[in-house]
């Protein structure tokens, strides 16, 4: 089996670290600065952070926060929520950040993608999708699963391949926050209709979830309210992976 990444998610809403179900009811978790040091420190593969409010307040991510978030960890680090130009995505580069998510910027300008990836390689441009379940299958949304796009996944996925992304970060929108399991039907769609890695997000909530995604053979694991709430550390999920024969990354220090 494959190597698989760890990756907590800050969620961040007015300088807030937030949870919530499907992206609403959303309470407060922490400071990010605080909590992205914690995760680095304790063997987080990659951190995201995802300013949940920047596109439904119609402006850009805060890219000072992001600064000082980037100036605490010391593991790769990803940016989204309101990167809706080159200039944007080049100033969360600047500020520290290793990679930038764009979302309904690229819904709305798919030619986002490439413009980013041209500049600074596809390995920096990660395409984050929001999807919903219809009654024909699974559908695009936006603006923090508020918005249908009528986009059908697979027509979603060609695109964002074909304009450069160089990773996806698709989230369940239906399971997001449930704590019930990753929807193994939607990444296996996504795994078997792409060669882009693929972060798996939306719904884990036991140490079997994790489990589970590892053996669908995505490249990373995304998961929030477990860590920000205290059920499991980084080293109890990887040591449980490790015991279950998944090969997952570990700091030199760390006896797992």
Not at 2 to 10: F, G, H, K, S, Y
Not at 69 to 80: C, H, L, Q, S, Y
Not at 135 to 152: A, K, L, N, S
Not at 194 to 222: C, H, M, N, W, Y
Request: aromatic share 6%; glycine share 10%.
């Amino acid at each position: 089996m494959q190597q698989v990444r760890i990756i907590p998610c800050l969620d961040v809403a007015d300088g807030r670290v937030v949870k919530g179900v499907s992206f609403v009811e959303l309470r407060d978790a922490g400071d990010p600065v605080a909590m992205g040091s914690g995760y680095s420190e304790a063997g987080a593969d990659e951190l995201v952070f995802l300013d949940i409010a920047a596109t439904r307040s119609d402006r850009t991510t805060i890219v000072d926060l992001v600064a000082r978030v980037a100036e605490r960890v010391f593991i790769p680090f990803t940016v989204g929520g309101g990167v809706d130009s080159l200039s944007v995505a080049s100033a969360l580069l600047r500020m520290g950040a290793d990679k930038v998510a764009v979302n309904s910027a690229a819904v709305r300008n798919p030619t986002l993608i490439r413009e980013i990836a041209d500049v600074f390689g596809d390995q920096c441009v990660v395409v984050a999708i929001d999807v919903r379940r219809n009654e024909v299958g699974f559908e695009v949304v936006t603006h923090g699963g508020t918005r249908p796009t009528g986009i059908e996944l697979s027509a979603w996925l060609e695109r964002v391949q074909a304009e450069g992304a160089g990773e996806l970060l698709v989230t369940s929108m239906d399971r997001d926050g449930h704590l019930g399991g990753y929807d193994q039907a939607l990444y296996a769609k996504v795994l078997a209709e792409t060669d882009v890695p693929v972060i798996a997000s939306g719904g884990v909530g036991s140490l079997e979830d994790f489990l589970a995604g590892a053996r669908l053979k995505v490249q990373g694991l995304l998961a929030a309210s477990v860590f920000h709430f205290g059920t499991f550390t980084i080293d109890q999920v990887k040591v449980y992976l490790r015991d279950a024969g998944v090969e997952v990354r570990v700091k030199d220090e760390l006896d797992l």
